[in-house]
């Protein structure tokens, strides 16, 4: 599987309700328990909230962000998703990656 990262952005500061974060965290409990969701929270600066998801491909990310009450109904009005091309030991922290060869200045 491969791990995509998503920014939910433009929060609507005032606008959250307990009804609201009960179908967000729901959410949130079906992508963990299915073993889609990797880590989730808003970040520090309180505008922007993380989710890492464990999908397929690019269209299942999609489908799960647009699925979260949050993106549904406005609460961020848009996100952003890349997929995370993970560095590790066994990946030799990417040092043979075609991308990482190509970044090197030669």
């Keep these: 599987m491969n791990k995509?990262?998503?920014?939910?952005?433009?929060?609507?500061?005032?606008?959250?309700?307990?009804s609201l974060l009960a179908r967000h965290i729901e959410h949130l409990r079906q992508l963990n328990r299915a073993g889609q969701m990797v880590i989730a929270g808003p970040l520090k600066n309180n505008e922007q909230a993380m989710i890492i998801l464990n999908c397929n491909g690019i269209d299942e990310a999609i489908r799960l962000v647009e699925k979260d009450p949050f993106?549904?109904?406005?609460?961020?009005?848009?996100?952003?998703?890349?997929?995370?091309?993970?560095?590790?030991?066994?990946?030799?922290?990417?040092?043979?990656?075609?991308?990482?060869?190509?970044?090197?200045?030669?």
Excluded at 8 to 15: D, F, H, V
Excluded at 79 to 101: P, R
């Design 4 to 18: 995509f990262v998503v920014f939910l952005k433009g929060k609507r500061n005032g606008k959250l309700d307990s």
């Design 71 to 106: 993106i549904k109904e406005k609460y961020y009005i848009t996100y952003d998703i890349n997929e995370l091309i993970v560095a590790n030991e066994e990946n030799n922290w990417l040092m043979d990656n075609s991308q990482t060869k190509g970044n090197l200045v030669h």
